[in-house]
């Protein structure tokens, strides 16, 4: 009987991916502003790219055809090495942005804790599934690439589009600020980009092509204005 390949393989990507991650400069001069509480959701936006990118790389160097039984990536390993692994970069962003959002909250004011986006975990078995499909592994390593970045990246769009729904149910006037960034920038992000009031907000707003880099953020519109209302929040 084969071996069983997942838990050495599963060990080595998380020791190198932590390495990586305490190594990595942007991540630490993160860090250094969401303690000084300065940094916005640009900032969880570039949080989210550095460690979607350091998960990216660490699979390129563990995960390849010729370390696969038969050179596939079976459904089994897929899911031993991609539930924990992505999970753990939606734990990680969705910390650093609800911490953004409570920050944010604070500064105008607002009595209101940020509210944490609960785990993807649909999107998580597209890739599982997407990844699984093919005979070989290497005619699809690519998934493990910038899609990972983007699912990274999406942790802080669901942060934003969590608060933004609750403060716009209770009664507050949040907005989405969407910038393109990219060069060039393609028309598709061009036509999205813009102010969208809650609950006026078009369904792609929060949807990314792999490498956009468009910035998503959040604007408390109105709400520094509703301090009797905030007042019972306290
Ligand atoms: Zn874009």
Redesign the pocket.
Known sequence: MAIDIVPELLENIQRDFNTAINRNKKIQSIQKMIENGTATYREANEYAVEVGQELAKVFKKHIKSDVLPDGKMYYNIAERILNPTLSNNHVIVARVATEIQNQLNKSIGLGLKGIEPSVNQLRIESIINRITQEEVFDDVSWILQEPIVNFTQSVVDDTIKANVEFQGESGLSPQIVRT???NP??D??RS??GVYKYPNTPADVFK??D????IVEYNPGEARKQDIWTKEWR
């Open positions: 393109a960034h990219g920038t393609c598709w992000c999205i980009a990314r092509h490498r956009c880099r468009c």
